[in-house]
């Protein structure tokens, strides 16, 4: 495993070929750039979503370029007001290209669903994310190793087809 910190991780989202799949367990997440977006939510203010156009542009960037960029959130219900925030925001990601799908944690069932949070690139390469107790984000350890990128492709593929796409998920 190799650590990456800040810019080394954003280079990945330049750098794949054809595929990025980033699988999310955790109910909460704690960015800084998210602080004031989800404050304004809860205090039901508008946004502007300024804060979220570098990530949109470059999604728009790489499905422009026939790369596809997936997203898995496994969610405990009934949401918790981090989870109703991301429902009502998913959409900007969606319309940029990203696709999104949602699994209820009580529907898991005896699929694997790992603890750690992790990107996979082109099946060749995982990052998985690296947070601090209280949820921030601190980096991305990454690697090559076949059986661990085997083992999280074995994980994305046995859960994205139960997930439920997002349009159909925010009308449950």
């Known amino acids: 495993m190799r ?18 799949f980033h699988l999310e367990v955790a109910d ?3 960015t800084p750039d998210e602080a004031e977006p989800i404050r304004r939510y809860l205090a039901g ?18 499905t422009a370029a026939g790369r ?17 925030w991301l429902l009502n925001i998913s959409h900007l990601n969606v319309d940029a ?7 209820p944690r009580d529907e898991v069932g005896d699929l694997p669903v790992t603890t750690d949070d992790y990107w996979i690139f082109d099946d060749r390469r995982v990052v998985f994310t690296l947070a601090a107790p209280d949820g921030s984000f601190t980096a991305g ?21 139960v997930a439920v796409p997002h349009d159909e998920y925010v009308k449950r």
């Open 3 to 20: 650590l990456l910190l800040n810019s080394e991780l954003d280079d990945l989202f330049r750098d794949f070929d054809r595929s990025a």
């Open 28 to 30: 909460v997440y704690r």
């Open 45 to 62: 203010e508008p946004d502007d979503f300024a804060w979220q156009q570098p990530w949109l542009n470059l999604i728009r960037e790489n």
């Open 68 to 84: 596809s960029v997936r997203r898995l959130r496994v969610v405990t219900v009934p949401h918790g007001d981090y989870t109703r």
């Open 97 to 103: 290209g990203e696709m999104i799908r949602w699994l």
């Open 141 to 161: 350890a990454t690697t090559e190793d076949p059986a661990i990128v085997a083992h999280c492709a074995r994980v994305r593929d046995a859960l994205w087809p």
